[in-house]
């Protein structure tokens, strides 16, 4: 097996290693890590949740979540079962701080087994109200360590607004130094997320493209096929721009519109994304009126069964305002992208799961066929789809074969599952693996988080203070409501999807 030995002696404290997240990410990811030889050769794995287990039970837990939920399938036996030394389990009850001594002592016995260039990583998979309670438990612990020798992992939601978000970096900066602090989104470690970056700045043909002289508009479109199911309490308090805009679809955002970095530092690039965030016009009452659309699903079909309306799912209020789906436009305001719009949406609910960048090409400056051969005419476009579908494709015209001269667009694509044969490995591996090997270019830094939420405060801050008359607005199965079909609409344009079962 080949191992990375490169990586230092590293403890990984997972707090809420019973909980959802771990069983069906963290614990695969690490398992998977292991498996292709990507685990330092010394390394224990903590789990701690409040549920009394010993490690034999914490471990028949963990293999639950690998057989149900891995990329690779069911645990090879011994692969498993040389991973699971590694795993341990100690019960802390966060809001119960004394609880924390156990996992100190577990932590000191593991350096002194380890040697002193141990690493600690502690993944924050919890509540995000427990955050700042285990940061200050691993302040007065003692626990905190320096830049080479601990470092902290936060899931998302990183606050609920700008003032909780400011909040929570202003207690982890004074324990931790930023270049200890992780704050994961794991739509950056996708595969095709992590491809925007090389598509766009290791393929010189594009950049004299990329900018408002050749591109018409830019669709940004995370689409869900499932409703909130069980995570209706949670989702109450979240929302469409909460849980998916503020992140996920404003970072995608940022790839596709920054500038070229000079080197690929961590630093440098985020710079380069946050100068697109600090380039987004603000939203006025009017913008919000004429840009912004939320929606709510009701009742329908998705495959035959019925399911409910959002109003009527577990953990939501029946006069609930929380909008399950929002549609943006932007503007960005710099010499690159002044004028073109960036509309993005997403939803819960909708006719089909995927995420889609579209960017579209301005027209031929003028046509040179007789309209007859161009019945089928469409400017050209490039689709970058990160999932159901990898891909990159390049929609252009062709000639159709045949003796008469007819043109229709064609596509040049570049798919993962044909090009490369090595399976790819899920998000939560590569940003791991990150977390270990101290590279921050995949996360989130606090002007990052803070200026995101900067840009939205406006939005969610209308839409909280008027509730929504029309909802629930689009049924189950559908693209949305009509309002978001008008937003796009009204410019010319219409939102872009890939056909079904393209396989
Ligand atoms: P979850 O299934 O509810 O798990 C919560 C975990 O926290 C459990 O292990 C629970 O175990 C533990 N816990 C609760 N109170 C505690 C306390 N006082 N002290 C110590 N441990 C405590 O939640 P989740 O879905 O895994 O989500 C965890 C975090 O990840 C959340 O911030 C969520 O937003 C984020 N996230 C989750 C997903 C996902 O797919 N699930 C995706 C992205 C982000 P005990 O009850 O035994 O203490």
Avoid at 9 to 26: A, E, P, W, Y
Avoid at 218 to 236: M, N, P
Avoid at 376 to 400: A, D, T, Y
Wanted: glycine letters at 6%; one cysteine or more.
């Amino acid at each position: 097996m080949k191992t990375l030995i490169s990586l230092k002696s590293t403890i990984f404290v997972i707090f809420g290693g019973t909980g959802d997240l771990n069983l069906r990410k963290l614990a695969p990811a690490l398992y998977n890590l292991y498996a292709d030889g990507y685990m330092p050769e010394k390394f224990a794995i903590i789990g701690t949740a409040r549920k009394e287990l010993d490690d034999q039970k914490y471990r028949d837990l963990i293999l639950e979540g690998v057989n149900s939920f891995s990329r690779t399938g069911k645990a090879v036996k011994e692969k498993w079962s040389k991973f699971t030394d590694n795993v341990h389990y100690t019960p802390v009850d966060v809001s119960a701080p004394k609880t924390f001594e156990g996992l100190r002592d577990k932590i000191e016995a593991f350096k002194t087994e380890f040697g002193k260039d141990t690493q600690v990583i502690y993944y924050l998979a919890v509540a995000p109200d427990l955050f700042p309670l285990i940061a200050k438990c691993i302040s007065d612990y003692k626990l905190a360590g320096d830049e080479d020798t601990c470092r902290i992992v936060i899931e998302k939601p990183f606050g609920r607004d700008l003032d909780t978000a400011r909040e929570l970096n202003q207690l982890l900066t004074s324990i931790f130094t930023e270049k200890q602090i992780y704050r994961i989104d794991h739509y950056l470690g996708k595969e095709t997320v992590q491809n925007i970056m090389a598509f766009r700045f290791a393929n010189s043909f594009l950049e004299p493209l990329w900018n408002r002289t050749y591109i018409d508009h830019i669709q940004i479109s995370v689409t869900e096929q499932l409703g909130v199911g069980d995570r209706g309490g949670y989702y109450e308090g979240a929302g469409a721009l909460r849980d998916m805009i503020q992140n996920h679809l404003l970072q995608l955002l940022c790839l596709i519109g920054m500038e070229t970095p000079i080197n690929f530092d961590a630093d440098e690039i985020r710079n380069k994304k946050v100068d697109v965030l600090k380039a987004m016009r603000a939203f006025g009452p009017e913008d919000i009126r004429l840009s912004t659309v939320r929606g709510q699903y009701t009742k329908g079909w998705v495959e035959g069964k019925e399911v409910p309306g959002y109003r009527h799912e577990t953990g939501v209020a029946p006069d609930s305002n929380t909008e399950t789906f929002a549609a943006i436009k932007f503007f960005v305001d710099n010499w690159r992208w002044q004028g073109i719009p960036f509309y993005v949406r997403t939803g819960k609910r909708l006719f089909q799961t995927s995420s889609l960048i579209t960017i579209q090409f301005k027209d031929v400056p003028h046509h040179i066929f007789p309209s007859a051969v161009t019945e089928h005419w469409q400017q050209n476009r490039l689709i970058i789809s990160i999932q159901p579908e990898m891909s990159i494709r390049l929609q252009v015209q062709g000639k159709r074969p045949g003796l008469d001269m007819v043109l229709n667009p064609v596509d040049m694509v570049f798919d993962y599952k044909g090009t490369y044969t090595s399976d790819t490995p899920e998000a939560y591996e590569t940003l791991l693996l990150d977390a270990m090997t101290g590279d921050q270019t995949q996360f989130m830094r606090a002007d990052q988080v803070e200026s995101a939420w900067e840009l939205l405060m406006p939005v969610i801050n209308a839409w909280e203070s008027k509730k929504s008359i029309s909802f629930p607005n689009y049924t189950a199965d559908s693209w949305g409501p009509e309002d978001a079909e008008a937003l796009i609409a009204r410019d010319g344009f219409h939102w872009f999807t890939l056909p079904l079962n393209k396989d």
